[in-house]
């Protein structure tokens, strides 16, 4: 037994309307880089995924609007097939040992642009890109580039998406070239903000006309203190809106201890130090500036075979998203929605995983506004509360990290704390007869590493035309008391519970 008090007079951090956001990569069909082991087999990159799939459409239809970043290591190297000097010049991307990825240059053709434009417009998708940083800049030493942004190929494409109208909600500048952790290339803060000066110029010229700006995005790369604030007093205010910062926090794919992070609460809590910098970097150098999580897929190196698809592996997403939601980060993107092992749609067969429904609860229960939640009832419970989404009352989320205990627990509202009432679950505050709604999660046959995932004792099961099954809730009394079972993941819907922070 134990009591959760939700702090409901103030809230602490609030994310946008569309936090819940997934990734489309850009690796060719054929990167091998596991002996035997393609991590990218299938066609799962931006550049030859079947978009007219029913299950990749209406996957992203079940959202309603949920954003799409699409980028990674090869959009660096990417060049697009328009505008003077590129158009009719750029080939498909070719193993190439010893360039930079090695991958040699890659292109992107209109018509592929034009197909995915379609594909996101038709499934009510919010488009981020990232574009090529690196174009127009020579290495110098060590992983070392210098040089200006040669934006002329950038331009035409932009040009060319305002002159088809399509909507893109963000532009993305480089991946993973900043600071001490980048990737095989490294550009400097000075240089860096520089070249996204004449990013914002680009943007500011093309979209003069238009309704809706774009917003510039940067620099999708691993924290790095010093790095990001050095870029932030270079740009200075009106250059960038979006921090991203990347995070693959439980270490690399076929790492044999990976399985035990999942389930220590200690680690998974390690992560929020990045949050609380990044937070109070943009505070002090950028305060017009939101924080993003552009890209996190747990494990890299395409994820774990035997992990990133199974139910196991929400026990760190959904506690990412909690986690980095009260650090007002307005955006965090998983990486992927397809592609690798960390797909929240397995490529090789095409269905869900529990992550999947995991993101789809999210999405539709809980509201932009963070709440404050005192948990005293053990270290293995996580547990998060934001205003719920659309509708009066909170949405609580809970993650049973224990597979030896079984959480009772009662809900208590600061307020009647204050005021000097207990018990808000048991009456006070909360109509006694009204009911709340309750999403269980638990693993197929009570295996952690299954890819089946029940909802209240119910698998969740596409269709065979590829219709995602409907999230239906189970109901309980408001004041009786919350059973969290071991391993298991619960939202918590509480439309009667009183709090002046939702209101």
Not at 129 to 137: E, H, I, R
Not at 173 to 199: H, M, P, R
Not at 423 to 441: C, F, M, P, T, W
Not at 447 to 467: A, C, F, I, Q, Y
Request: glycine content about 8%; some cysteine; overall charge neutral.
């Amino acid at each position: 037994m134990g009591t959760i008090v939700v702090e409901s007079t103030t809230t602490i951090a609030e994310t946008d309307e569309n936090f819940v956001c997934l990734t489309l990569d850009i690796w060719p069909h054929d990167e091998c880089r596991w002996s035997k082991l393609c991590v990218w087999d299938g066609h799962a990159s931006m550049l030859n995924l079947d978009l007219t799939l029913p299950i990749m459409n209406k996957a992203v239809q079940a959202f309603k609007s949920v954003r799409i970043r699409v980028g990674g290591t090869l959009q660096d190297k990417l060049i697009y097939n328009v505008g003077a000097g590129f158009q009719g010049t750029c080939h498909p991307f070719q193993a190439t040992k010893g360039s930079l990825f090695d991958f040699s240059a890659g292109c992107l053709y209109m018509e592929r642009w034009d197909d995915l434009n379609n594909f996101f417009n038709n499934t009510g998708a919010i488009v981020t890109f990232g574009l090529n940083a690196l174009l127009g800049k020579y290495k110098t030493q060590g992983i070392q580039w210098e040089g200006n942004w040669n934006y002329s190929n950038a331009e035409a494409l932009i040009q060319y998406t305002v002159e088809n109208n399509y909507q893109i909600n963000s532009w993305e500048f480089g991946n993973e070239l900043a600071g001490i952790n980048s990737i095989g290339a490294s550009v400097t803060a000075a240089q860096y903000a520089k070249d996204v000066i004449k990013l914002r110029e680009i943007i500011d010229r093309l979209y003069n006309n238009s309704q809706q700006k774009p917003m510039i995005v940067a620099p999708g790369a691993f924290f790095d203190e010093k790095w990001y604030a050095e870029f932030l007093r270079k740009t200075g205010p009106g250059v960038v809106d979006v921090l991203t910062h990347h995070i693959y926090n439980m270490g690399a794919g076929d790492d044999p201890k990976l399985v035990y992070r999942f389930v220590n609460s200690t680690y998974l809590s390690q992560v929020s130090n990045t949050f609380e910098h990044l937070e109070s970097v943009i505070q002090k150098n950028a305060p017009w500036g939101a924080a993003w999580v552009g890209e996190a897929g747990g494990a890299y190196q395409g994820g774990s075979p035997h992990i990133s698809y199974t139910f196991i592996n929400s026990f760190w997403y959904l506690d990412q998203l909690g986690m980095a939601s009260m650090y007002n980060t307005k955006v965090y993107c998983r990486q992927t929605l397809i592609g690798g092992f960390y797909g929240v749609i397995k490529s090789s067969t095409l269905l869900p995983t529990p992550d999947y429904y995991g993101a789809l609860l999210f999405h539709r229960l809980m509201g932009p506004r963070v709440l404050k939640i005192d948990n005293n009832v053990s270290s293995d419970l996580r547990s998060y509360a934001h205003c719920s989404r659309g509708r009066s009352g909170v949405t609580l989320l809970f993650i049973n990290l224990s597979n030896a205990t079984d959480f009772i627990i009662d809900l208590e509202n600061n307020i009647n704390l204050s005021s000097g009432k207990r018990n808000a679950s048991k009456g006070q505050r909360v109509k006694i007869d009204s009911s709340r709604e309750e999403y269980h999660l638990t693993p197929k046959d009570g295996l952690v590493r299954s890819s089946t995932v029940l909802l209240n004792g119910n698998p969740l099961e596409t269709t065979k035309e590829g219709d995602i099954p409907n999230l239906i809730p189970v109901y309980r009394q408001s004041n009786s008391s919350i059973h969290i079972a071991g391993w298991s993941i619960a939202f918590i819907v509480v439309p009667h519970f009183v709090a002046p922070a939702c209101n």
